[in-house]
């Protein structure tokens, strides 16, 4: 089993940033193929980004990355808008060895307002 723990999330003005972490524990960090999700109100949830690529609609103003150390991946967020709002979700991936199914496991997640 992998806990997900996000935070950094908050209220911010359009053009600002904001760095979101997520602490994961139970599985080797390393093992984990860990990825960013978000729901907007009204809206389904969607994909931000992950270890090879990102949104169309997030590029060139966030960035993912990873310390393997921290067992903690990030999501840096420049540029932000007031499209960006929602609740913010950590994605963990664990391949199951020698098949190609996953179990996958969320954080609680993290609120982000960007104010016009």
């Known amino acids: 089993q992998v806990q997900l723990v996000e935070s950094g999330g908050g209220l911010v003005q359009a053009g600002g940033s904001l760095r979101l972490s997520c602490a994961a524990s139970g599985r080797t960090f390393s093992s984990l193929d860990m990825g960013w999700y978000r729901q907007a109100p009204g809206k389904e949830r969607e994909f931000v980004g992950g270890?090879?690529r990102n949104a169309d609609s997030v590029k060139g103003r966030f960035t993912i990355s990873r310390d393997n150390a921290k067992n903690t991946v990030y999501l840096q967020m420049n540029s932000l808008k007031p499209e960006d709002t929602a609740i913010y979700y950590c994605n963990a991936r664990y391949r199951i060895p020698g098949t190609n199914n996953y179990y996958e496991y969320w954080g609680q997640g993290t609120q982000v307002t960007v104010s016009s």
């Open positions: 270890s090879t």
